[in-house]
């Protein structure tokens, strides 16, 4: 039961991470869009009505987390405090930026959010990726508590998987536009999911010989089925390659596959793991010593697994209703 | 610290909290009016339901991005608590999101964008979803709390530390029935005083006099009804359950130092906690003992039988309760009121009453608000009733300055949020029901809509 919380958190944090993981991406691009034909205006309307639903997957993913095991999510939250905040801050200025930007046919103001919206998603997108890099990393945690400072969590290995998080979601929200607009826009977005796609995969080969020098890897010998992550992310790759310039829906597949097996590795690299000390392996949090209680695992594990199964079928209904290329740019209510 | 982290809590849930008023009130009237239009073909509830859809998303926006921090204030905030009953009030928390908040989300976005992609009906169900979404919202977060107010479900193991035994008890902890039923007439209350006080605007502006008039007789009728039931029964018998299971709050809340058979209620009164008395009050005799155990010769606890360390901020308690209760009655004499002139057919000329009615606006959700002050004011020293104090539960490794610089930044940038929230809104307010959709994203939905509609009945 605590190994099959451990990968549904994982895959619940991969689905967060492949679904606003496109609008983030569109974010983090954002701002190199060019302004004639509205390409910002299409960027946003490709996003509008999904991201608010895409968000809800690190809402729930984080109520799981308390559930089962409450002793991360407290020392998680409570031991980056500022960090955590700075992230809200970050959320609450990106999801105003979105809807509110609308609101006005105004220049200085659609400015102003378009700026805040590009901002924020950018942080978020490698912020995000610093906080990964820092759970592969392990923290220094004594006695159930976090020895750290702020700056710690800067350090250069999690500013590196930051990094490649930055260039992933951005080459992934890249292949949302793709296939979700025309030219002038698509004929940008094609351009730049090339370049984000080369520095992906450089960002990814440096983490990977870096994970492996730095002896961050985890035991992928006695577990043969991990290997399917690495296979994946590599399947990912190669077929982003194959995709080349024209198969748009191919290359946000490519992406997809590549974010899957990269954080599945992740997942992998700290199993069983779950707060990896870098103080002594009797520090760290693991899926058996901060789980709840066999009895709630499982309730909460009926009790979810019922509606997300709902949740999947109405959310794929929702994105079928809205396919299609953008007609409209704007977003507003 | 526990100073600092409460205060934060309370500052960030206060001003969350403002916003699910208003969409679940405004939710519940939207789909009551979209109804209206299918079942009767009418227009008219078509242009409202739009026209306060308009409203509502701007308020929900600011409802889901104030939201998101309180979910993770549980971790930062309060890591002790987390740890110790994340396996049990933590059992409603990803059920609100699964549940609800996906069903919010992804139906708003196909409510609002979905016109001429989808069905009539298939639209009016995704504005039923969101409703639907934010009434169980509601309902697992007020369950979450109900397991502080009073810890059901669980039994303590040998290191003291609670284990789940039922998932279904703490689902259906008796303390939220009332209590969800409560808050949810609240908001609804809320949404029917917001209805009144804009369409009051217009008619005092003479503007928009069909619609104004339209959607103050649905509001005053509505808030008629809401307003009685929220006195009775759901405030009636959520306060017998505070009386059984929560007696020292209770006594706070009334102001009530002596135990006593037969005890008055107090409509006024300042509480003296040093001299154990309520300075200057006004009684009326027995009632207390009447609705706290339905007998007028029960006997009701008093503070003094506690020890000190087992109050709750007893003036607090007591004037957020009474200032709730106060305006509770206002509310009943003001639409009591609109209904009587509805009747003679002089509310739309009414100008003092519409006064009234626009000026209204703010009260209900102070008393919403001082609602829920005087039920989490009153359960301290707890945080988990009887179990955990409040000053146990909170984080052990964050600093207090760190907590103070963090509410700081929430202060402005909810002010800003506050801001923009009122001009966004006057906005609308201002463009007036007519205007219709504004812009041409929408705009060219609704020809789309129009055309789909001309093909099937070609």
Known sequence: ?333 | MVFAARIQFAFTVMFHYLFPILTMGLGFFIALMSTLHLTTGDRRWDEAARFWARIFAIGFVVGVVTGIPLEFEFGSNWAAFSAYGGSLFGQLLPMEGVYAFFLESGFLGLFLFGRGRVGKWLHWAAGLGVGVGSLLSGYFITAANAWMQHPVGYRLDAHGQPQLVSFWAVLFNPFAGWQYAHVVNGALLAGAFVMAAIAAFYLLSRRHQEFAQNTLRLAVVAGCILSLTQLFPTGDLEGRHVAGWQPAKLAAMEGLYQTRAGAPLAVMGMPNSRNQTLLDPVYVPRILSFLAYGSFRAQVVGLAAYPRDLWPPVALTYYAYHIMVGLGTIFVVIMLAGAFLLWRRRLYRSRWFLWVLMLALPFPFIANEAGWMATEVGRQPWLVYGLLRTAQGVSPNVAAGETIFTLLGFMGIYAVLALLYLFLTARVIGAGPESGTHGGAAGGDEASHAAAIGEKSA
């Not at chain 1, 990814?204 to 890897?217: D, F, K, P, R």
């Not at chain 1, 209680?293 to 509606?307: E, Q, R, T, V, Y």
């Open chain 1, 1 to 333: 039961m605590n190994q099959l919380w451990f990968w549904w958190l994982a895959g619940m944090f991969a689905v967060y991470a492949l679904l606003d993981g496109y609008d983030l991406g569109v974010g983090a691009i954002y701002l190199w869009l060019p302004r004639e034909g509205d390409s910002r205006g299409f960027a946003l309307a490709a996003i509008g009505p999904v991201w608010n639903g895409n968000e809800v997957w690190l809402i729930a993913a984080g109520g799981l987390l308390v559930v089962s095991f409450p002793r991360v999510y407290a020392l998680g939250f409570s031991g980056f405090y500022l960090a955590l905040m700075l992230v809200l801050w970050f959320l609450i200025l990106r999801g105003v930026a979105i809807e509110f930007r609308g609101q006005l046919a105004q220049p200085l103001w659609s400015d102003f959010w378009d700026a805040g919206f590009g901002v924020a998603s950018l942080a978020l997108a490698l912020l995000l990726g610093v906080a990964l890099g820092n759970l592969v990393r392990g923290l220094p945690i004594a006695g159930g508590s976090f020895q750290g400072s702020f700056a710690l969590l800067l350090n250069p290995y999690a500013l590196l998987v930051g990094l490649l998080s930055l260039a992933l979601l951005a080459w992934h929200g890249a292949n949302y536009l793709r296939f979700k607009t025309d030219p002038p826009l698509q004929t940008r977005a094609r351009e730049y999911s090339r370049r984000l796609y080369l520095a992906t995969l450089f960002l990814a080969v440096v983490v990977t010989i870096y994970t492996y020098i730095a002896g961050y890897i985890g035991d992928f010998g006695s577990h043969p089925l991990f290997w399917i992550f690495p296979l994946v992310t590599l399947a990912g790759l190669a077929l982003a390659a194959a995709a080349g310039r024209r198969r748009d829906l191919a290359a946000f597949y490519a992406s997809m596959l590549v974010i899957a097996g990269l954080l599945g590795s992740a997942a992998a690299t700290v199993f069983p793991n779950l707060l990896r000390s870098t103080l002594g392996s009797g520090d760290s949090l693991t899926i058996y010593n901060a789980a709840s209680s066999p009895l709630a695992l499982k309730a909460a594990f009926i009790a979810n697994a019922i509606g997300l199964l709902a949740v999947i079928a109405y959310t794929y209904y929702i994105h079928r209703i809205f396919r299609g290329k953008v007609q409209t740019p704007g977003y507003h209510v």
